[in-house]
């Protein structure tokens, strides 16, 4: 059976979505075991100064967003995106494998910026495949995506469990392995069918002057991924200063938020095929308003467990319809707008830690202070792209 003809009766019923689903899920459970705990190996292990930490999380990140952008273009060329899919996997096999053995710190970042940065660059190419083999908005992307939140629910808790019983040799193994996994499924994908040239012309009439709202649209998500970084990264810190919560409220919160999310991301995937992704991601933008400022003002921990339904709402709309409006915006190349979308999720997040940074001197309440602004600035824009889309595509 060939991806078009799986295609006719339903995407998310064919062999290829089940290998797909697969691949979201091993790769997921692979990043959740390796990057939640990165920092805690350099600092107790590697025993790295502040100043290297530093350069290691901002080096680290750009060197990602390089090798993204790098294979974006290559795989809306002529190069398959198995193929991409399948290197990605084998340079995460050979990063995480160099880390459960290298512990000097220049080897350890040279690994993190040549191999790490490109099974970086998976997750995009995962999900433009999931957009080329479906033909066009489908559920396809939000599943995977979905299926990526559901195992980084299981991912990290296992990750402690064999951090404590096999230290850090385990973990970085496990994560090799779990790469070659990716990149053997990814070679047994089929080849989809190349586009027609009426479709070709149907997508670039389709586009209109869409396209040319990518660099606008970029920079409002850059301002919303990048709140939506600080606001979870700065939570267990507000809680346990601000609130005089425990990390045990601060966990509570944070697994509320990822419960809720994954059956908002099946919903609001749904209708982003019923109405403009546009409208969606504006809504979610102006939901993120009333979370950021209700945290600002908040005094109390049940406050906190409360607004994770609007938090959780905000991340299925701006990190989940997000993806598919991104590929709306430039149907012919579907590697190069997931790129996009998932570069401005890296930088967003560098911002959000340099203003964490900022924050720890004066209070952490201004985290939310901070996110505020930068939700302010992400929906100015969204509002700015959408006056200049002509009125078919809003």
């Known amino acids: 059976m060939t991806a078009l003809s799986e295609r006719r ?44 930490l530093g350069f290691f999380l901002i080096v680290s990140p750009l060197a990602q967003v390089v090798a993204s952008t790098v294979m974006g273009r290559l795989s809306d060329g002529r190069v398959q995106r198995r193929y991409l899919l399948a290197a990605g996997g084998v340079a995460g096999a050979v990063g995480y494998g160099l880390f459960a053995v290298l512990r000097d710190y220049w080897f350890l970042l040279g690994t993190s910026v040549v191999f790490i940065a490109l099974t970086g660059a998976l997750l995009p190419q995962l999900f433009a495949y999931g957009r080329q083999v479906s033909r066009g908005p489908s559920m396809v992307v939000s599943v995977l995506r979905t299926l990526l939140s559901v195992a980084w629910v299981a991912g990290p808790p296992v ?40 479709e070709a012309a149907e997508e670039e009439e389709a586009a209109g002057p869409a396209r040319g709202n990518m660099v606008v649209v970029s920079a409002a998500f850059l301002f919303l991924q990048g709140a939506v970084a600080l606001a979870v990264s700065g939570l267990p810190l507000f809680i346990t200063t601000e609130l005089r919560g425990t990390a045990g409220d601060a966990g509570l919160a944070m697994g509320l938020c990822a419960a809720l999310e994954i059956p908002m991301m099946l919903w609001f995937g749904s209708l982003a095929n019923r109405m403009s992704q546009h409208r969606l991601v504006v809504i979610g933008a102006v939901i993120s308003l009333s979370y950021h400022g209700l945290m600002l003002f908040t005094d109390s ?94």
């Open 159 to 198: 990750a402690a469990l064999l951090v404590a019983k096999t230290g850090w040799v385990g973990l970085f193994a496990s994560t090799a392995i779990l790469q070659l996994g990716v990149a053997a499924l990814a070679l047994a994908l089929p080849v989809p069918p190349a586009r027609t040239e009426e």
């Open 301 to 394: 921990v049940w406050h906190v467990m409360a607004a994770q339904v609007l938090h959780a709402t905000v991340i299925s709309l701006i990190m989940g319809v997000g993806i598919t409006y991104f590929q709306s915006l430039d149907p012919g190349r579907p590697g190069h707008a997931t790129t996009m979308f998932s570069n401005t999720q890296i930088v967003g997040g560098m911002v959000a830690g340099a203003l964490l940074g900022v924050s720890q001197g004066l209070g952490f309440r201004w985290v939310y202070g901070f996110s505020l602004a930068m939700c302010v600035c992400g929906l100015v824009l969204l509002l700015v792209a959408g006056r200049l889309t002509a009125p078919s595509r809003r």
């Open 9 to 52: 009766s339903s995407p998310l019923l064919s062999r290829t979505f089940l290998q797909l689903s697969v691949i979201s899920v091993v790769s997921g459970v692979s990043m959740a075991f390796a990057l939640p705990f990165g920092s805690l190996f350099l600092t107790q292990e590697i025993k790295v100064s502040p100043f290297q």
